[in-house]
């Protein structure tokens, strides 16, 4: 029978919708028991810093590793050595880290929107709280003469003083009625110079009267929407300021006195450029070398020290006296986004690139699959994969970038989606391991995992589902940055090409995918690349796609109301299933008819389902499982109470479930 139109598929799905029905419950305590697997994944993840003085007022480079919590380290530019490492109860991480000129540390972080201090001498830091109730993310901070802390917010724009001796904060209010970010920030002389998200616009903000300039785009910018400024830094009466992401991108120059855009410095890798050396010139990393500026002639002179890999950028950098042979004198130092310490002594021209001793963190799962004996698991914003045995726990793990999927294919190779530029990656787990744009193997070794597709031309930014079918590997995807509408994309291993239809379902983004002979079935959801643009519609789908007819089959609304249908599956009886926020819901999959649908949670946090042999299993609430036994009229059962983010099947017959960084097994009993 040929599938029906999707206009009346979705008549009939509305006609033929069960009312949801309340779930059932074993008696006593359910029955399935978790293992821990361990923690899989751990690196270090540098963003925020600065160098000043350290503990004993020895110059320090300062960072914050990104972990739960975050730590603030103080590492000696000699030799790499930790002089200080102090949590910051609450944080998950930081972009922000700035002294004041009487040495005392500032750190605004992320997740919680606190600032936290540490005084010379201290040892633990103070929390200062929320500067401002409503404001989540501290995005960058910068202090004036008097140690008056500055910081730019999300998720409303805003700018705040603390002041460094009373503690008072003056809210600024919102510095673009339709930015929400605050990227970057930066001070001078009075007045406070920001950049936004996702916009890429400039303001100059009177520190005393509160007024804000919106200042003139530099004019090779282009259109700003959709550019962010990801980096700001004033030195010297210039105002520096990147345009683009983590990655290369074109740095500005603003003359605060002459207010007029002076420079374009091409190719600049940011974070951070260092301040001004006695001659008035400063280092940055720019087309993958460090290079010395000098804003009075726009020149760039290289220092022959280069640097590898997709991530080349200072996430702290100034000067030092090193007293070594080979570095007399000041001495260029920062650091890199793994902790190694860089640096460079402008006499002698020496420079190396080692690794401190930044303690590593436990890096939170993002992602969970299984694979045949393996269990595969992708880190969140360190990023990272590892290749857990679920038997022993014994675990591989490479440093790779964000991981948003994996999926072991039938032919043993391991389909990576990752974060940024929703790129899909192919990796043989009998081979070496070697990532040149992260985690280099032995010399002479072959890439792998290789890059098969990057979906950044088709304004996607993260490979958010994968399944195989029909040979090919269907990717689910989220947008870049403030848009709507994800792709569902085709990479053929065999030919090298990718096929890509973007708005599959219109301004809804791909959250989950399985697959049925030659048909796909997506999960859709209502939000965009940022989350910040207003959705135009008002619940998520799920949707059936002809593979090789290359058309959408039916499109349905299986919750109304319910922005995500976070994850869909196929039981054992051939029923399709999916889960959107407390409800898990049957479809027919020839025309997407809602057979059953139960209402089992509380919230609407998003959750994954799966199937095995002898049931589908569903997370709700993100701390219960439900078995549903097959059989149509199946209601489900309570299968175990635990905390988890990620739930997958490993084996066939195992549930393998996350929660923060760590790993737990389920052995179903039969």
Not at 508 to 515: I, K, P, W, Y
């Amino acid at each position: 029978m040929r599938p029906f139109r999707p206009l009346l598929a979705a008549v009939l799905a509305a006609a033929l919708v069960i009312a949801p029905t309340a779930p059932t419950t074993a008696a006593g305590p359910p029955y399935a028991a978790a293992v821990s697997l361990g923690v899989p994944l751990s690196d270090v993840l540098l963003i925020g810093g600065t160098v000043a003085p350290g503990p004993g007022g020895k110059t320090a480079i300062w960072n914050v590793s990104t972990g739960g919590p975050a730590y603030l380290n103080a590492i000696d530019p000699v030799n790499g050595n930790s002089l200080l490492s102090t949590p910051l109860p609450g944080a998950e991480g930081s972009y922000a880290v700035a002294a004041t000129p009487t040495g005392t540390i500032y750190v605004g972080t992320y997740n919680n929107g606190h600032l936290y201090r540490l005084r010379p001498g201290a040892t633990t830091v103070e929390d200062l709280g929320r500067p401002i109730a409503t404001e989540t993310f501290v995005w960058r901070i910068t202090t004036d003469e008097q140690g008056n802390v500055y910081g730019g917010t999300y998720p409303n724009g805003k700018v705040f003083r603390y002041d460094d001796k009373t503690g008072a904060i003056r809210d600024y209010g919102r510095v673009l009625a339709d930015q929400t970010y605050v990227k970057s920030i930066g001070y001078a002389n009075g007045k406070v110079y920001t950049g936004s998200l996702p916009d890429a616009r400039f303001t100059e903000l009177d520190t005393t009267t509160g007024a804000i300039t919106e200042l003139p785009p530099p004019p090779n910018l282009g259109d700003p929407k959709g550019k962010s400024v990801y980096d700001l830094n004033v030195r010297g009466g210039r105002v520096y300021v990147r345009v683009g992401t983590a990655f290369p991108g074109p740095m500005y120059v603003w003359d605060i006195a002459s207010r007029a855009w002076v420079d374009e410095i091409p190719t600049a890798h940011g974070l951070d450029i260092s301040p001004l050396d006695p001659d008035g010139k400063l280092y940055m990393i720019q087309a993958g070398e460090l290079k010395k500026y000098d804003p009075a002639t726009k020149t760039l002179t290289g220092t022959g020290l280069t640097f590898t890999g997709r991530i080349q950028n200072a996430r702290a950098i100034g000067f030092a006296d090193l007293g070594l042979p080979d570095y007399p004198g000041t001495s260029v130092v920062g650091t890199l986004w793994r902790g190694e310490e860089f640096r460079y002594n402008p006499q002698t021209g020496k420079s190396e690139i080692f690794q401190t001793q930044v303690r590593r963190e436990p890096i939170e799962i993002l992602s969970v699959s299984g694979g045949a004996k393996t269990v595969y698991t992708g880190g969140y914003l360190n990023g990272g994969i590892s290749l857990t045995d679920p038997k022993t726990g014994k675990t591989t793990f490479n440093r790779f970038s964000q991981t948003e999927a994996t999926l072991e294919a039938s032919d043993g190779k391991v389909w990576i989606g990752t974060y940024p530029e929703a790129r899909l990656y192919s990796y043989d787990p009998r081979l070496t391991w070697n990532s040149s744009e992260y985690s280099p193997g032995p010399p002479g070794t072959p890439e792998n995992p290789v890059l098969a597709v990057n979906l950044k031309p088709q304004v996607q930014m993260r490979a958010r589902a994968l399944v195989e079918v029909n040979g090919q590997i269907a990717v689910g995807t989220v947008p870049d940055g403030d848009r709507l509408g994800g792709a569902l994309a085709f990479y053929d291993p065999r030919s090298g090409v990718t096929t890509t239809y973007r708005n599959v379902v219109q301004d809804e983004s791909v959250f989950g995918l399985t697959a049925r002979q030659g048909i796909v079935y997506g999960g859709t959801s209502i939000t965009g690349g940022l989350g910040t643009t207003k959705p135009t519609r008002e619940s998520g789908t799920v949707f059936a796609w002809d593979v090789a007819g290359k058309r959408k089959l039916w499109e349905t609304v299986p919750v109304a109301k319910a922005a995500t249908v976070s994850s869909v599956t196929f039981g054992p009886d051939g029923t399709l299933w999916g889960v959107a926020g407390k409800t898990v819901f049957a479809l027919d999959p020839r025309y997407g008819t809602v057979l059953k649908s139960y209402v089992l949670g509380t919230t609407t946090q998003t959750g994954d389902i799966v199937a095995t042999r002898d049931g589908v299993y569903v997370s709700i609430d993100l701390n219960k499982i439900y078995r549903i036994a097959p059989g149509r009229w199946q209601t489900p059962q309570l299968y175990l109470e635990h905390p988890h983010k990620r739930l997958a099947v490993q084996g066939g017959q195992r549930l393998v479930f996350s929660n923060g960084p760590e790993l737990f097994r389920v052995d179903i009993k039969r």
